[in-house]
């Protein structure tokens, strides 16, 4: 089995795919900037014991995280519970893809693990879009990761609405039908809404403007996806697992099982 970590600077993705490439379990955990090394094994003890899978099977594992400072502590946890230590997405780890960026430590290690799963798995070109603290839009031709856009996301603009209004509640977010908001709440929802996903359809147009061919697929992961998407113009896929399959095949990518297949 393979174990997939993804650590976002909200939540951290723990996911077990077993030897075929199924999703064993997929769980989500608050991402705790005062981690320490026992309380991480102690997670990830109990999210296996809860899911009834088995440490001892885990033959490997590849770490995502945008957060450095807990990167270590799951390093040194992992390589503690399973014996080895994990990959970890940075340079020098074999994508297949092009990556035409100025500085490849400046690229998110969670945008790398999600166009390389957008690029096997989906028609390309293509653009993959992660909905999280940012919300990223990644142009993928046939071979290479041409560019990106990044913007804020949906839970910044919530909590910045809130924090500077003085007479704003804080919401969460909610499908509205209409955007003639009739109280202050639906019409928050509805200005968020609307609001984001012109600017993903605008950027979207942009984004194959640029590139000069239009996108075959668009693919979108993360938080608020589903309501966010509903409301688009453009056609945009949904795949709530696709960064950690895109951990699962740069685990295959850079293993010797995988150069031996």
Known sequence: MVLAIDVGNISTTIALFTEKGALFFRALLD???????DRCAID??????????????????????????????????????????????????KT???????????????????????????????????????????????????????????VIALEALSR????????????????????????MRAGLLYGYSGAFDRIIEQLEQAAGTPAATVVATGSYAPELYSHCRREIKYDRDLLVKGLYLLYLKNTEHFRKG
């Open 31 to 37: 991402t705790d900037q005062k981690m320490t090394d």
């Open 44 to 93: 990830l003890l109990g999210i296996f014991q809860l899911y009834q899978a088995e440490m001892h099977l885990v033959k490997g594992a590849i770490l995502s995280s945008v957060v450095p400072p807990i990167t270590r502590i799951y390093v040194d946890t992992l390589t503690r519970l399973i014996g080895k230590k994990p990959l970890v997405v940075g340079p020098g780890l």
């Open 96 to 154: 297949g893809l092009n990556i035409k960026s100025e500085g490849h430590n400046q690229l998110g290690s969670d945008i790398v693990a999600s166009c390389v799963a957008v690029s096997a798995l989906y028609k390309t070109p293509a653009i993959a879009i992660n909905s999280r603290t940012a919300v990223t839009f990644s142009y993928l031709s046939d071979t290479a990761l041409e560019g990106c856009a990044i913007m804020p996301g949906v």
């Open 164 to 187: 500077n209004g003085a007479q704003l509640p804080q919401i969460s977010m909610e499908s509205v039908d209409t955007p003639l908001g009739r109280n202050t709440v639906d019409s």
